[in-house]
């Protein structure tokens, strides 16, 4: 056993000694006068014991003890304090600070030696362990368990250390903020181990893209953040951003199945956009949500214009969910009709927002309504309402008419859309037959599996399907095959201006494709007298339009169309 004994008062530091080697412990014994001579032994040999004076000239103890805990080179010696004094403060100080045990001077006799050295190597091996453990848990609570990135807490805390230590200089940092594109698609479809799988191939391409010196983090999901420290320019940010977006090109292979995940960057400059790592996070977050917006896969830096965009947004949806909890949404409807006899076959039902008496229309807030989710319970209310409404109607007037109502891709997401449409029509004793669901192409274009579903649930209950918005998408013949649809409406751009223009042809040519294929047209927009012999003559049996009526509200369809007394 190698020790060393550090006392400046070379009686007490020879009385240990003796006393050491009339112990069994087979000690092989340095001595040092001073911390200094000390420190430069333990620099050059292993001790397992330091026996420490706490009393020492110039430099204490206790400041020896602080130089080798802080040494890096692994620190396997137990240190044993001596002290003349019987201070108790001294000898928690002296634990505190890294000794294993303490002794009082007089006391010290071969036994007592022997047992503090043993016990405190015992108990040196229990702190190491402990220590041990401790940063485990430590690495563990601060990392992602998937991806072994650092997770949002570790993020944040070292993005805080870059920023303190970036005041110092005129560099900037960058925090570019990571969101894949369609995660929920192939989490969904594929299932959550192919999720993790790519999340982790994903991880692995984007390491390849960065010098190892960046904070690279999962702050959750499929979203993940990265700060580029010492830029001297911004452009360095973008050259890194697009990097990975270059990464992230090529499918990826899970499986066996090829998968395409491109990302969305949202960056954010510090001091430019921020000096807290909140705000950093919190504009790179922004940025992010505007590259979505823009089209996806794509790289967008914040811009102060974005925030009030951003505020604008999140003020809209809190004003929706007010909305819903206070009725202020109504519904208006635009009769369908015959453009020989105008006998009017149904109605379709157009969701209008009554802010405090200023009418919002639907394109100013359906947008938002999707994106936040809150159409699904907004789109249940204009089911439920136009169902209600209808059947008022057919009662009151003896007659059939049908109801259209628009179904956002998001609704037919909820696969319990089926049911509460089946239990409104039992309430109102509606026949499915009735109702006509108006989907739009992008549902068509996505084509999952729950959607799919969902139509065709809803086809098989009796609902009819019209493809709303006809020839202004990337319509195709298989999508109109595939799917269960009844009627197409004819897009109202699809109206020429003038008859013999291109335009009038486009149309001719849609009628024929969609008589070919069996299906009910009607023509949206019929604005004009021209409008309607065009429709007349190409033998269209459903007409909409401001030619014959507006939407309208309730009140004033009942009273214009169907003789019902307010
Ligand atoms: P849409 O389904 O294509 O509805 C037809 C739109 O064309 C309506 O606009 C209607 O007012 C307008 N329109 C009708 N005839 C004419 C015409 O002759 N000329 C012109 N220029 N326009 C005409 P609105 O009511 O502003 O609705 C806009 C869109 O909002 C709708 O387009 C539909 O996509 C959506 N929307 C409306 N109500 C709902 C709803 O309850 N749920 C969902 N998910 N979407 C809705
Ligand atoms: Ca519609
Ligand atoms: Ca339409």
Not at 302 to 324: G, H, I, K, P
Not at 440 to 452: A, G
Request: negative net charge.
């Amino acid at each position: 056993m190698n020790v060393m004994i550090v006392d400046d008062d070379i009686v007490d530091s020879e009385l240990m000694s003796r006393t050491l080697k009339k112990s069994d412990l087979d000690a092989s014994i340095m001595t040092a006068e001073t911390v200094d001579e000390g420190l430069n032994h333990s620099r050059s040999n292993i001790f397992d014991i330091i026996l420490l004076d706490y009393h020492m000239p110039n430099r204490s103890g206790l400041e020896m003890i602080a130089e080798l805990r802080k040494e890096t080179r692994p620190n396997n010696t137990t240190i044993v304090m001596m002290s003349t004094s019987e201070d108790q403060e001294i000898a928690i100080d002296c634990i505190k600070a890294g000794a294993q045990d303490f002794l009082i001077k007089s006391e010290i006799n071969v036994l007592r030696l022997k047992r503090a050295i043993l016990h405190a190597q015992t108990r040196f091996e229990l702190e190491k362990k402990l220590f041990a453990s401790y940063g485990k848990m430590k690495k563990i609570a601060e990392s992602d368990s998937l991806t072994g990135l650092a997770n949002r807490y570790r993020f944040d805390d070292a993005l805080k250390i870059n920023i303190l230590n970036n005041t110092r200089t005129d560099d900037r940092i960058a925090v570019l903020m990571i969101d894949l594109d369609n995660f929920k698609y192939v989490n969904d479809s594929f299932g959550h181990d192919s999720g993790d799988e790519l999340l982790k191939q994903v991880v692995n391409r984007i390491h390849k893209c960065l010098r190892g010196n960046e904070i690279f983090a999962r702050l959750g999901g499929d979203e993940f953040a990265i700060s580029l420290i010492n830029l001297k320019s911004t452009k360095h940010a973008s050259i890194v951003a697009q990097r990975i977006i270059k990464a992230l090109r090529n499918p990826f292979t899970i499986s066996n199945v090829e998968i395409n995940c491109t990302a969305s960057i949202g960056i954010s400059i510090c001091p430019n956009n921020g000096v807290t790592s909140t705000d950093l996070l919190k504009n790179a977050d922004i940025a992010m949500y505007r590259a979505k917006n823009l089209g996806r896969n794509q790289i967008r830096f914040f811009e102060e214009s974005m925030q009030v965009q951003f505020y604008q947004r999140m003020l809209l949806e809190n004003e929706l969910t007010d909305a819903q909890h206070n009725n202020q949404f109504i519904l208006f409807y635009q009769p369908i009709l015959n453009p020989w006899d105008k006998t009017i076959s149904g109605f379709e039902a157009l969701i209008r927002w009554d802010f405090a008496g200023d009418i919002r229309m639907p394109d100013s807030f359906i947008p938002v309504a999707e994106d936040s989710k809150q159409i699904v319970p907004i789109g249940r209310w204009c089911i439920r309402e136009a169902i209600r409404t209808i059947a008022n109607w057919n009662q009151s007037t003896h007659q059939q008419y049908s109801m259209a109502i628009n179904v956002s891709p998001i609704q037919l997401q909820d696969i319990d859309l089926v049911c509460f449409i089946e239990q409104c029509l039992n309430e109102f004793s509606v026949p499915a037959q009735q109702i006509e669901i108006e989907i739009t192409e992008s549902v068509l274009l996505k084509n999952t599996c729950v959607s799919k579903c969902v139509i065709e649930s809803l086809h098989e209950l009796g609902c009819r399907i019209s493809l709303d918005d006809f020839g202004t998408g990337y319509s195709s013949l298989s999508h109109l095959q595939n799917f269960p649809i009844d009627t197409i409406k004819l897009d109202r751009s699809l109206m020429p201006v003038s008859r013999d223009s291109k335009s009038s042809r486009l149309i001719e040519g849609v009628v024929a494709l969609a008589k070919i294929l069996d299906l009910n047209i009607i023509a949206e927009g019929v604005e004009t007298a021209e409008h309607l012999s065009l429709c007349k003559e190409l033998d269209i049996f459903n007409i909409q339009g401001f030619y014959y009526s507006k939407p309208d509200s309730r009140q004033n369809v009942e009273s214009k169309f169907l003789n019902i007394e307010a």
